[in-house]
């Protein structure tokens, strides 16, 4: 006698949490991985999760010393204003392939990283010392899982599906630093770039750092 089917997954089963996170070793580009599980109901197998992750940056969640105030001010304004100008930032959004598994299983969620700080969330990090940054994790996509009389069945994620983490600004640092060793990238536009260039081949200044300086202190 064969075993009766178990009825697949409703959208609204599936639980997510984050269980930590670490840098990608040997990755072509800065990437952390976010290690999620993620559950199903009385042990039931699912087939594979299409799975759709939204990282956002809760700022609101986290204080702030001087030294961050003050650079981050071009993303928030003055920290008198904070109240209605500090707002949840988005990070990322990325797509994973959930392989077979039953009952739960711990999936990798990879999340390449950018040192751009034209880039909002790089330049939120960059402004941190230390301490955590609260994550809010936004779930979607759609199940595979076995439905009546064996036929595979595909259902979505529920909209409410979420999970939370308090992010180490000190992994986000370590990660840039291994990939840029102490330098930052800086995009200008290219008639700036030329006239930068032309300034440091006509002082005979040896290295852009020396064109920079030289340019800020004579500044006011």
Known sequence: MSA???????AAELAFSVEGAERVEHAAVPTLRFAVRVSAPEGRAIKSVLLDTQIQIA??????????EEKLFELFGAPAGWGSTLRTLPWTRVTSVVPPFTGSTLVDVPVPCSYDLHVVASRYFDA???GEVPLELLFSGTVFAAGPGGMLRATRISWESDAE????VALWKETMERYFRGTAWLRVRKDTFDRLAAHKSRHALATWEEAIDGLLERAP
């Open 4 to 10: 009766r089917p178990q009825p697949a997954a409703s």
């Open 128 to 130: 941190l010392e230390d």
């Open 165 to 168: 983490y308090r992010f180490p």
């Open 59 to 68: 700022a609101r969640r986290r204080h702030y010393d001087g030294a961050a």
